[in-house]
């Protein structure tokens, strides 16, 4: 899967489109994206450079579309399926010291296009897939995307009729001339072709309905079979990507260029059933996000996804308001949050914005409007519990004070002396044992769960008796470590803190129980206020 023009088209929605019908097909699929940056991975990017840092079950950080991968596939997926370039030469750097080269000079080709061959049949050789839908980063003429291209190209040429390439484009509409243009896809298509390639289809990516006869132009002049031109126009919701591939027979258009007869159709009766119910919500429910990084949504892209799973398993449309910690204060909290059915205190990291999660955790507790914090959102609880309930007003992580006296959330022992920042934060999926009477264990319907971690930090165990006295429960811990992951007050409406990241492992066919427990206690409560406003 490449793309041209510009980038952030929805090469990984096309991808996982796809996907998606495949495995609806019976096929075994999985799907892995080469990202051109030199980065390790996107552990140590700002999210403002790169939106949300995605962890994998075995605790890869990785690109957010592993994310939109896991969403529409339903599948696990792991360090194998998130590959950079920094990763690329960092390998063959390795094997050069090592000696593997025998003292031959190390290049480009064949050394760098060699290693980005090996990861991208890694997959397809472990006998588990019958198909690996491989998505290269950036756009055609990317000077970093030039390596990877190279490689496709020889593995055209090695695979045979076992491979074809989706080309996904732009086609603008110049509302002056009141016409789309299919001149930028013609340049991208050509290329590609200029780097060795041919397209076998081509995805148009628009805004507006394109031709038929403007369809077969595009054909033409790329020299792809006019059905093998498809459009991806606008839809109201991502999760109707896959239907309007299919209406195009685009899964049945790669099986068949790939030597494979379709038989019969898709299996996608769960996958209607839950647009279906995305048509038919009337109500709205009314969710704000406190965090530092509202102006980029894609930082909290996972969490969106969630929230609006959940709203939709819960028959309602979600209405997100983002509210930036860093400008909420005690004068204005009550103005912005009043109107919120539940509150989410969004995860991150460092002192800035911090504050203002203080006060709307505070807020929130005051008025027992649902809450829901994760990662630091769960450190914030704790530290705003120890100030304003147990008195313990210096209370902080020694994240943001070194010096505190009451480090109510602490440095991990085993981080302690770390210094490299990459790839080294307690990251995967842990265990995590709940108590049986906790609205966490009612959420899930058992006691033990395994979620995903991104952090340094973890509630200070010697302060575990003075909070579970003072009213904060620590319900949730690791079996094998005892560390706390999971806080909540059983008096509140529903209050809970987790050290986790449940929005990790939330899918449209298998939605995460947290959210759609805190959602429907957001109804709940919407449902009172309204009842209240009536007397």
């Known amino acids: 899967m490449t793309g041209g023009v510009v980038s952030s088209l929805g090469?990984?929605?096309?991808?996982?489109?796809?996907?998606?019908?495949?495995?609806?097909?019976?096929?075994?699929?999985?799907?892995?994206?080469?990202?051109p940056y030199i980065n390790i991975d996107p552990g140590t990017l700002n999210p403002y450079e790169h939106g949300e840092c995605y962890v994998t079950v075995d605790g890869h950080e990785a690109d957010l579309d592993l994310g939109h991968y896991e969403r529409f596939t339903n599948i696990h997926t792991t360090r194998a399926n998130n590959i950079t370039t920094?990763?690329?030469?960092?390998?063959?750097?390795?094997?050069?010291?090592?000696?593997?080269?025998?003292?031959?000079?190390?290049?480009?080709?064949?050394?760098?296009?060699?290693?980005?061959?090996?990861?991208?049949?890694?997959?397809g050789n472990t006998g588990k897939f019958d198909f690996v839908i491989t998505e290269i980063g950036g756009t055609v003429g990317d000077i970093e995307s030039?390596?990877?291209?190279?490689?496709?190209?020889?593995?055209?040429?090695?695979?045979?009729?076992?491979?074809?390439?989706?080309?996904?484009?732009?086609?603008?509409?110049?509302?002056?001339?009141?016409?789309?243009?299919?001149?930028?896809?013609?340049?991208?298509?050509?290329?590609?072709?200029?780097?060795?390639?041919?397209?076998?289809?081509?995805?148009?990516?628009?805004e507006l309905e394109i031709p038929a006869g403007m369809r077969?132009?595009?054909?033409?002049?790329?020299?792809?079979?006019?059905?093998?031109?498809?459009?991806?126009?606008?839809?109201?919701?991502?999760?109707?990507?896959?239907?309007?591939?299919?209406?195009?027979h685009l899964?049945?258009?790669?099986?068949?260029?790939?030597?494979?007869?379709?038989?019969?159709?898709?299996?996608?009766?769960?996958?209607?059933?839950?647009?279906?119910?995305?048509?038919?919500?009337?109500?709205?429910?009314?969710?704000?996000?406190?965090?530092?990084?509202?102006?980029?949504?894609?930082?909290?892209?996972?969490i969106n996804e969630s929230l609006f799973q959940a709203a939709v398993y819960n028959d309602r449309k979600l209405k997100l308001t983002y509210i930036h910690s860093e400008k909420l204060t005690e004068a204005d909290v009550n103005e912005k949050l009043?109107?919120?059915?539940?509150?989410?205190?969004?995860?991150?990291?460092?002192?800035?914005?911090i504050e203002g999660k203080f006060t709307a955790l505070k807020w929130c507790r005051e008025h027992d409007v649902p809450t829901f914090g994760i990662c630091l959102g769960m450190q914030c609880m704790v530290i705003e519990f120890a100030r304003n309930v147990m008195g313990l007003e210096d209370a902080n992580s020694t994240e943001m004070d070194t010096k505190t006296k009451n480090n109510v959330i602490d440095l991990m022992e085993e981080q302690k002396s770390i210094s490299n920042m990459g790839g080294t934060m307690r990251l995967g999926a842990y265990d995590c044992q709940l108590l049986p009477q906790s609205k966490v264990a009612k959420a899930y319907g058992t006691t033990l769960v395994s979620e995903r971690h991104r952090h340094r930090f973890e509630f200070n165990e010697e302060y575990r008796s003075r909070f579970e006295a003072a009213g904060l429960k620590c319900v949730g811990e690791n079996p094998a470590t005892h560390l706390v992951e999971v806080v909540e007050?059983?008096?509140?409406?529903?209050?809970?803190?987790?050290?986790?990241?449940?929005?990790?492992?939330s899918t449209v066919l298998q939605p995460n129980p947290l959210f759609i427990d805190f959602v429907r206690a957001a109804i709940d409560y919407a449902g009172e206020k309204e009842a209240a406003a009536k007397k």
């Open 489 to 505: 007050i059983p008096e509140k409406r529903w209050y809970v803190g987790t050290q986790y990241h449940p929005e990790y492992q």
């Open 338 to 353: 009043s109107g919120m059915d539940g509150v989410i205190i969004a995860p991150g990291f460092g002192q800035r914005g």
């Open 11 to 35: 090469k990984g929605i096309i991808s996982s489109s796809l996907a998606r019908l495949l495995l609806s097909r019976g096929y075994r699929v999985t799907i892995q994206k080469f990202d």
């Open 216 to 248: 077969r132009k595009v054909a033409q002049f790329c020299n792809v079979s006019p059905e093998a031109v498809i459009q991806s126009i606008d839809v109201p919701t991502i999760y109707q990507v896959p239907l309007m591939m299919h209406d195009q």
């Open 86 to 123: 920094g990763r690329v030469y960092q390998s063959v750097i390795d094997k050069e010291r090592r000696g593997d080269y025998l003292g031959k000079t190390v290049q480009i080709i064949p050394h760098i296009t060699d290693e980005i061959k090996r990861n991208v049949k890694l997959l």
């Open 251 to 302: 899964d049945e258009i790669v099986l068949r260029k790939m030597g494979i007869e379709p038989q019969g159709e898709p299996n996608l009766e769960k996958w209607n059933i839950f647009l279906d119910k995305i048509k038919s919500a009337e109500k709205e429910v009314k969710i704000g996000l406190v965090g530092k990084y509202v102006e980029l949504q894609d930082a909290y892209k996972s």
């Open 146 to 206: 030039t390596p990877f291209l190279e490689a496709v190209r020889q593995l055209r040429w090695e695979l045979g009729q076992n491979s074809l390439c989706v080309h996904l484009t732009y086609v603008p509409y110049l509302r002056a001339a009141k016409e789309l243009k299919t001149k930028p896809t013609q340049h991208s298509v050509k290329q590609l072709q200029q780097v060795g390639i041919q397209p076998d289809i081509l995805v148009l990516r628009t």
